[in-house]
């Protein structure tokens, strides 16, 4: 059994990790939040210890390093992205390996810092990336690679996932803490597209704004047209006032159906993880270079066929 600690226990997504670590047969022994919403943690780990301070949470991890027995092993990150650098960082000093939710970094550089703290340190640093242990996306890459060589896929993606205007007042629209809607919500979207098409050839972006993006990515073996936003108002007319989620992956006229199966992936990343076959830093590179220049791109007039269909709605 291996003891874990949680940073950013009243996130949105630490449930998930909670119930992971339980589902692996593993135990929660502490865990971190600035907020104390966390009384989830009493249907999953209600043993664990809890701080909402940074420096009693490692002094803690400290004390208990002295015993075989009760020392850390991994440490696992949901707090605000703007974070996990120093949160990834402090977590391999402690000794431990570290598990983080996406995305990882917000640049390569940022990458490079944390391979030198893993040379220092002896430990390893893996990112959740789900949407690789997707069966429908598993199935995809394999359709993909039986196709041949010259085969190059036309995609056009489109996630539009509703938020509220608390999103806003929130650290998630605040651009220097989340780095944007298409690093926040885009980056698996991204790896999964490297993962099933190769690598990047081209990034153009065609909108950027505070609550959407598009723009046009070419990989070795896919022309993908994307869309992402968290604005209501860009939901489809048949799916507004019934669901507050649009999610569509068309791939050469075929609809990728991945809408289920999504609730144990963090299960199963933990699985991967602890039998020795997690994502690494070199494995989340690729996406974290892709919203780094989608960041960093003046927006431009797209080409003809190029351009998501939704652009025109923003004109």
Same mark, same amino acid.
Request: contains cysteine.
């Given at each position: 059994m291996k003891n874990f600690a949680l940073i950013g226990a009243a996130g949105y997504i630490a449930p998930r990790h909670m119930r992971a670590i339980k589902d692996t047969g593993h135990n929660l022994a502490l865990a971190y939040d600035? &907020? %104390?919403s966390v009384g989830i943690i009493d249907s999953i780990s209600p043993h664990s210890e809890f701080f909402t301070e940074f420096e009693r949470f490692q002094e803690h991890a400290n004390q208990i390093k002295r015993n075989p027995a009760t020392a850390l092993d991994y440490v696992a990150i949901c707090s605000p992205n703007y974070l996990h650098h120093a949160h990834i960082a402090a977590g391999l000093r402690l000794g431990c390996d =570290?598990?983080?939710e996406k995305p990882l970094v917000p640049t390569p550089e940022l990458v490079d810092e944390l391979a030198l703290v893993e040379r220092e340190t002896g430990k390893r640093v893996f990112n959740i990336l789900q949407l690789r242990h997707h069966d429908a996306i598993i199935k995809l890459r394999e359709k993909v690679a039986a196709a041949p060589l010259d085969t190059k896929f036309d995609v056009e993606l489109t996630y539009i996932t509703s938020r509220g205007k608390w999103y806003m007042e !929130?650290?998630? *629209? %605040?651009n220097r803490k989340s780095f944007g809607v298409?690093? &926040?919500? *885009? #980056?698996? @979207?991204y790896d999964m597209l490297h @993962? #099933?098409?190769g690598k990047l050839q081209r990034n153009v972006v065609h909108y950027s704004g505070v609550a959407k993006a598009a723009g046009y990515l070419e990989y070795e073996r896919a022309r993908v047209r994307w869309f992402l936003s968290i604005d209501a108002g860009d939901l489809p007319d048949d =799916?507004? *006032?019934k669901k507050s989620t649009f /999610? !569509?992956?068309d791939i050469s006229g075929e609809q990728l159906e991945f809408s289920e199966g999504f609730t144990e992936l963090h299960t199963t990343s933990y699985r991967e993880i602890l039998a020795g076959r997690g994502y690494g830093l070199e494995d989340a590179r690729h996406c974290i270079e892709t919203v780094n220049a989608i960041r960093s791109a003046q927006p431009v007039r797209g080409e003809t066929g190029e351009v998501h269909p939704y652009v025109? /709605?923003?004109?």
């Open positions: 600035i &907020n %104390d =570290v598990i983080c !929130s650290w998630k *629209g %605040d298409a690093t &926040n919500i *885009g #980056v698996h @979207f @993962f #099933v098409f =799916v507004k *006032g /999610r !569509s992956i025109a /709605r923003l004109a």
